[in-house]
């Protein structure tokens, strides 16, 4: 790939298919792959990434809003898009663009309900979400009735999927909360299934519970992290690519003298004769401050730098001494070394949370 010559995000899409079919490797041969597209792909480009996944045979799509799912549609997007957290004054662009609700509560189906009658619809795709110890979205065990009752004689909507979230499918402590969480959706799923009378597809997994626990495939699985090269493990990361790389350039390099300050509110003070590189990134980037003050290192030629001092809206200072580079020189902020797992980890987060925030400001290129 060529040399950075401004900070960009760097995408390859040869290893997002490499990590797609990594995933898939896992399956059962019949169970559909949903990709979780959400928050433009986990902090990449959501149509891109959807294009591409497409054409190497992705089942269904999934993002959080409305508005994610419209872009999708906009960019070409053409396979089936679950949205998991709709919100009802969007529902008619929802039923506009084609998109699938996930319908969580009462107040919800009702509302969906209503957003179908007024727009004409007939057996529109839903997917009902069950609460199964997450306690975050989801209808409860004992709401099946009640969405049954809403159903009668009515053909407005057809389940398309019903589906649960698992709360913690990375961590091997919480085993038994995780398969008391998949034995109650078993449950669920055979009362729903009597009383609806036909059979929609049913998923709980995430990328974890993928790797964790493959006696819960079900019909489909949901994969968001997996596909951009992380699994909250050590060894299946090692077969997994990072799809991003996040890189920058050496804005200018300063020499310091002893007991001289850099930066804002004189955070970092030189012990003795320093040599520091200004980096043309900052909060404003996804960098917060949370990076800053020696705990963080970014790779320049090959040799880790401290980000040092505090960490300002457009700009990172970075301690270069005895690093043989210069003004203009590629700096990798992480991909290869360190991780965005590594570096997320020094400011005690986790790679979902820094990918995911590399704002828009900083320019995507793909490699393929
Ligand atoms: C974000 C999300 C996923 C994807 O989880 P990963 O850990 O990234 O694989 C799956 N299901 C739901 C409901 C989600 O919100």
Known sequence: MAKASETVLEIDLNNLEHNYNYLRSKLNSDTKFLAVVKAYAYGSDAVKIALKLEAIGVDYFAVAYVNEGVALRMGGVKKSILVLHPQSVN????????????LYSPKILREFLEATKRNGQKDYPVHIKFNTGLNRLGFWENDVD????????????????????????EDSTEKQFTLKQIDTFTKIVSDFEEKLGYSPLKHILNTSGIINYPEANFDMVRSGIGLYGFANDEEIDSQLKPIATLKTIISQIHKIEPNESVGYNRAYTSEGYRVTATLPLGHADGIGRQYGKGKTFVSVNGTLAPIIGNVCMDMIMV????????????????????????????????????????????????KS
């Open 91 to 102: 529902f008619d662009k929802l039923i506009e663009h084609c998109l699938e609700p996930s």
């Open 146 to 169: 009640y969405i049954m009752d809403q159903l009668k004689e009515r053909r407005d909507i057809r389940i398309t999927s019903i589906f649960s979230h698992l709360a913690a499918t």
């Open 319 to 366: 301690d270069i001494t005895g690093i043989d580079c210069k003004e203009g020189d590629e700096v990798i902020i992480f991909g290869g070394n360190p991780t965005a797992h590594s570096f997320a980890a020094t400011a005690n987060t986790i790679s979902y949370e820094l990918i995911t925030g590399i704002s828009q400001r900083i320019k995507r290129v793909f």
